[in-house]
């Protein structure tokens, strides 16, 4: 029996022959490429009708106060429910989003934008839709790595999960290529078909797994304020954990350039929708890289300081995005943000599946899921609050600037996260 883990350990694909992974990471591809399709699309869009970079930073307040405010209660109703049933919910919610924007784009191919209120009209529609989908993502994107725990046996938790952040990332990548292309071949009505029909499909494999009743450990008549409290306790107290956390939270909320992209495709870089699309999969491009490669060759030792490592170098090509003129150069080190991202990508992944005891996956991930929702929404309102108070370009410097402070801030005060190795 030793011998037979030992050899699933060291097996690069032992996850994803597990048939209910392999049903789950085929609909969460789908799903989460045409959700980033939908992403890359509003932020073109939105653009396009105000010709603000201010107004694309709203698009992340939309959806990051309904998303952060309701995190902790959906971890609760995550961990006493039934989870396939309560994520393929999720999904259907996710797909009437999609189908309103569709609505909005042909009422936008019929309206004359010289009638400043039709504009607005659609441009309130887009934000009132985006705002749903942040109430239904804080139970989707937590329900996901809850799903992952709970099927598969601790031995292959750390391949299963660079696995699911590979999917994820990989969706990601053609999202945002692909939409470039389709806007610019089909507009943003077909480009919104092909969402509503990747989310379809996507349900239908999600649908495969088998139904995952709370835990035998978990209190369901629990109160929810109590299970909240117990969750965030947990967290508190496991140090690794609130400080990888807390790490990626002020690293994206002030490194994030991607929001601006729209803007610096658009009028610094002139390279229109192509361009656009190409500049937003970099850095997933990146980060793919780097988790084929760890998915072969996992790294074994010194993963907090090679984590802090990681994040600093990521501000540092957040900055030299920020001064390029050059297309490649531009490209080039948004991919090199992508590799040090997805690193520490993994590494807070993997730490908090090993961290976490069944019973409170939920809770646990919800946490995670509203330091992640709040830290990339937030830092696309950051970054079109700094775009309007700094400038475009000034405003990518500091906050590539400021990444590179809190990664030297947490060396010195978190040295268990430094020391820290699994």
Same mark, same amino acid.
């Given at each position: 029996?030793?011998?037979?883990?030992?050899?699933?350990?060291?097996?690069?694909?032992?996850?994803?022959?597990?048939?209910?992974?392999?049903?789950?990471?085929?609909?969460?591809?789908?799903? #989460?490429?045409?959700?980033?399709?939908?992403?890359?699309?509003?932020?073109?869009?939105?653009?396009?009708?105000?010709?603000?970079?201010?107004?694309?930073?709203?698009?992340?307040?939309?959806?990051?106060?309904?998303?952060?405010?309701?995190?902790?209660?959906?971890?609760?109703?995550?961990?006493?429910?039934?989870?396939?049933?309560?994520?393929?919910?999720?999904?259907?919610?996710?797909?009437?989003?999609?189908?309103?924007?569709?609505?909005?784009?042909?009422?936008?191919?019929?309206?004359?934008?010289?009638?400043?209120?039709?504009?607005?009209? #659609?441009?309130?529609?887009?934000?009132? #839709?985006?705002?749903?989908?942040?109430?239904?993502?804080?139970?989707?994107?937590?329900?996901?790595?809850?799903?992952?725990?709970?099927?598969?046996?601790?031995?292959?938790?750390?391949?299963?999960?660079?696995?699911?952040?590979?999917?994820?990332?990989?969706?990601?990548?053609?999202?945002?290529?692909?939409?470039?292309?389709?806007?610019?071949?089909?507009?943003?009505?077909?480009?919104?078909?092909?969402?509503?029909?990747?989310?379809?499909?996507?349900?239908?494999?999600?649908?495969?797994?088998?139904?995952?009743?709370?835990?035998?450990?978990?209190?369901?008549?629990?109160?929810?304020?109590?299970?909240?409290?117990?969750?965030?306790?947990?967290?508190?107290?496991?140090?690794?954990?609130?400080?990888?956390?807390?790490?990626?939270?002020?690293?994206?909320?002030?490194?994030?350039?991607?929001?601006? #992209?729209?803007?610096?495709?658009?009028?610094?870089?002139?390279?229109?929708?192509?361009?656009?699309?190409?500049?937003?999969?970099?850095?997933?491009?990146?980060?793919?890289?780097?988790?084929?490669?760890?998915?072969?060759?996992?790294?074994?030792?010194?993963?907090?300081?090679?984590?802090?490592?990681?994040?600093?170098?990521?501000?540092?090509?957040?900055?030299?995005?920020?001064?390029?003129?050059?297309?490649?150069?531009?490209?080039?080190?948004?991919?090199?943000?992508?590799?040090?991202?997805?690193?520490?990508?993994?590494?807070?992944?993997?730490?908090?599946?090993?961290?976490?005891?069944?019973?409170?996956?939920?809770?646990?991930?919800?946490?995670?899921?509203?330091?992640?929702?709040?830290?990339?929404?937030?830092?696309?309102?950051?970054?079109?609050?700094?775009?309007?108070?700094?400038?475009?370009?000034?405003?990518?410097?500091?906050?590539?600037?400021?990444?590179?402070?809190?990664?030297?801030?947490?060396?010195?005060?978190?040295?268990?996260?430094?020391?820290?190795?699994?």
């Amino acid at each position: 029996m030793e011998t037979t883990k030992t050899n699933q350990q060291q097996d690069p694909f032992g996850a994803i022959k597990v048939t209910e992974f392999r049903n789950l990471m085929i609909g969460r591809f789908l799903f #989460i490429m045409g959700l980033r399709m939908m992403g890359t699309l509003v932020g073109w869009w939105i653009y396009e009708l105000t010709k603000e970079p201010f107004a694309i930073g709203l698009i992340g307040l939309a959806e990051v106060i309904p998303a952060v405010s309701l995190a902790l209660y959906a971890g609760h109703v995550i961990d006493i429910s039934e989870k396939r049933k309560l994520l393929l919910r999720g999904v259907v919610l996710y797909w009437i989003c999609a189908l309103g924007l569709l609505g909005l784009s042909i009422y936008n191919d019929k309206t004359d934008h010289s009638v400043n209120q039709n504009t607005l009209v #659609i441009a309130i529609g887009i934000y009132f #839709i985006i705002f749903c989908s942040g109430i239904i993502r804080s139970f989707t994107g937590p329900s996901f790595g809850t799903i992952v725990g709970s099927i598969m046996p601790k031995h292959l938790l750390q391949n299963a999960t660079t696995w699911s952040q590979g999917i994820w990332l990989s969706a990601s990548i053609l999202g945002h290529a692909i939409v470039g292309f389709i806007i610019a071949g089909f507009g943003h009505t077909g480009s919104l078909i092909v969402v509503v029909t990747l989310v379809s499909i996507g349900f239908m494999f999600i649908s495969k797994i088998n139904p995952l009743p709370p835990h035998a450990d978990i209190v369901v008549d629990q109160k929810p304020m109590e299970s909240v409290k117990e969750g965030l306790r947990y967290v508190y107290n496991t140090k690794e954990l609130l400080g990888a956390l807390s790490l990626d939270l002020f690293a994206v909320l002030f490194g994030g350039a991607v929001a601006m #992209i729209p803007v610096f495709a658009k009028d610094i870089l002139n390279v229109g929708p192509i361009g656009f699309g190409w500049l937003n999969a970099a850095a997933d491009i990146g980060a793919m890289l780097i988790i084929f490669i760890i998915t072969i060759f996992p790294v074994h030792s010194g993963q907090g300081k090679k984590l802090l490592i990681a994040v600093g170098g990521f501000g540092i090509c957040i900055i030299v995005f920020a001064l390029s003129k050059i297309f490649w150069i531009s490209f080039a080190a948004l991919v090199l943000s992508g590799i040090l991202d997805g690193f520490s990508m993994i590494v807070r992944g993997t730490i908090v599946q090993l961290k976490t005891p069944d019973h409170m996956r939920g809770r646990v991930m919800s946490v995670n899921s509203m330091f992640i929702n709040s830290s990339n929404e937030l830092g696309q309102f950051e970054s079109g609050v700094a775009a309007k108070l700094m400038g475009v370009i000034p405003s990518v410097v500091f906050g590539g600037t400021m990444t590179i402070l809190v990664v030297f801030t947490t060396w010195f005060k978190a040295p268990s996260l430094r020391k820290m190795e699994y």
